[in-house]
């Protein structure tokens, strides 16, 4: 389009801001968490989307970046979707870009008297005009009170009518605030073409602070839809001239190093952990299982000496990798895994408790053991479950380290 044509010509450099964006697959965290953004309300955050608000009466729900962005030409592109059983939804969601953080109320989900952009995806028909669903900006001072009445027609300063709704594929909405011109591009959800964008609004004179924060919000009211988000992603606007500005230099750049330094000698930290830790453990199993396979009579006191010293050992390597996991975990942000982990450890640990008591009680009973061995095919079971549980446990850590890894903006 002449639009796009023309965002290419001004601005060469288009910056991803990853801690103003999410998007699925791995959306959230171990945590149930999305990075960078707060979650309020009735929103439930997934791993391939956040949904605002489910298809429930009455229910609000936002998600708001947790750190200001500071741009004065910025792009947002939004991947939605917006389902309902009925022929007629409600009530809607809004795009923000404010001064503030809002909170939840009346507007689509957030609060009222809001001081910057607002992006209205109208679906209910308050005034009875039959122009809904309705998309429509609002640029609000702070002072004034949006007209739920008029649907906000009397405050818009560009709009179009669009059937997002029920939709075969997901809508994009592509905001695009470039000196001082605000405009917005839609899909028609009819298929999965990025490309496939008509305008909706162009509006120019538009005087937007180029400092903010960016949220979403949504609600239902009579009537309910689900309103979800697939994703949610930013860009700064830097023309050649201003890209030496844009680069990081100094002491940005050195603690942008450092940053991506300590994540790199993290990962690597734990890879390596994870297969020394591994060796390690099935070594102490291997000399435990020659030990109590060669006990009888005279050297059963050794092999009780021997579990205990085994036990000692993977009390201090569970402390070790704890230690160690909570420093990998502070610098790298990947925390949640270092409990599972001790579980799986502690788990081991009350295993060969179980052994030491068994052979401390027969020693209490007295008698001989028989020639062939005093551990017995129980004994070998137990032995067998436990190298299991390990290989079970080292398993699951890996698979869990690995899929947090891959979500990394």
């Given amino acids: ?220 009211g009579g009537l309910a839809d689900d309103h979800d988000i697939v994703s949610f992603q930013t860009w700064s606007l830097v023309t050649q001239s201003e890209a030496p500005k844009a680069t990081p230099l100094g002491e940005d750049a050195d603690k942008s190093k450092k940053e991506y330094s300590e994540f790199s000698i993290g990962r690597s930290i734990q890879r390596n952990l994870e297969k020394k830790k591994k060796g390690h453990l099935e070594k102490k199993f291997d000399t435990l299982k020659e030990t109590l396979q060669g006990s009888t009579g005279s050297s059963q006191q050794s092999a009780l000496q021997s579990i205990s010293q085994v036990q000692r050992d993977l009390t201090n390597d569970v402390k070790n990798v704890k230690a160690t996991i909570d420093n990998i975990n502070n610098k790298v942000g990947s925390g949640g895994q270092q409990g599972e982990f001790k579980d799986n450890l502690g788990n081991v640990k009350e295993e060969i408790a179980a052994i030491k008591a068994m052979l401390e009680n027969k020693n209490q009973q007295g008698g001989d053991c028989p020639a062939v061995s005093c551990i017995g095919m129980f004994g070998m079971s137990m032995l067998m479950l436990l190298q299991l549980a390990i290989v079970i446990g080292f398993n699951a850590y890996k698979q869990r380290q690995e899929a947090a890894a891959k979500k990394f903006f």
């Fill in 1 to 220: 389009s002449i639009l796009t044509q023309v965002s290419v010509a001004e601005f060469q450099i288009k910056r991803f801001e990853y801690k103003h964006s999410f998007k699925g697959p791995n959306l959230i965290t171990t945590k149930g968490t999305i990075p960078f953004w707060n979650v309020a309300g009735d929103a439930i955050p997934s791993k391939d989307q956040l949904r605002l608000v489910p298809s429930i009466r009455s229910r609000k729900g936002m998600v708001w970046s947790k750190h200001a962005f500071s741009s004065s030409n910025w792009e947002v592109q939004v991947v939605f979707r917006i389902t309902g059983r009925g022929r007629v939804g409600a009530d809607g969601l809004a795009l923000w870009f404010t001064e503030n953080p809002g909170s939840l109320g009346p507007v689509f989900g957030s609060a009222d008297k809001w001081k910057g952009l607002g992006i209205f995806f109208d679906s209910f028909d308050n005034d009875g005009q039959h122009n809904n669903p309705y998309v429509m900006a609002v640029i609000n001072d702070g002072t004034k009170s949006f007209d739920h009445a008029s649907d906000g027609s009397s405050q818009a300063i560009g709009g179009c009518m669009r059937d997002y709704r029920n939709r075969p594929f997901p809508v994009k909405a592509v905001v695009r605030y470039e000196k001082s011109t605000l405009s917005l591009l839609l899909s028609n959800g009819i298929s999965d073409d990025d490309g496939d964008l008509e305008i909706c609004f162009k509006v120019d004179d538009v005087n937007i602070s180029p400092n903010g924060y960016y949220g979403a919000s949504a609600a239902t």
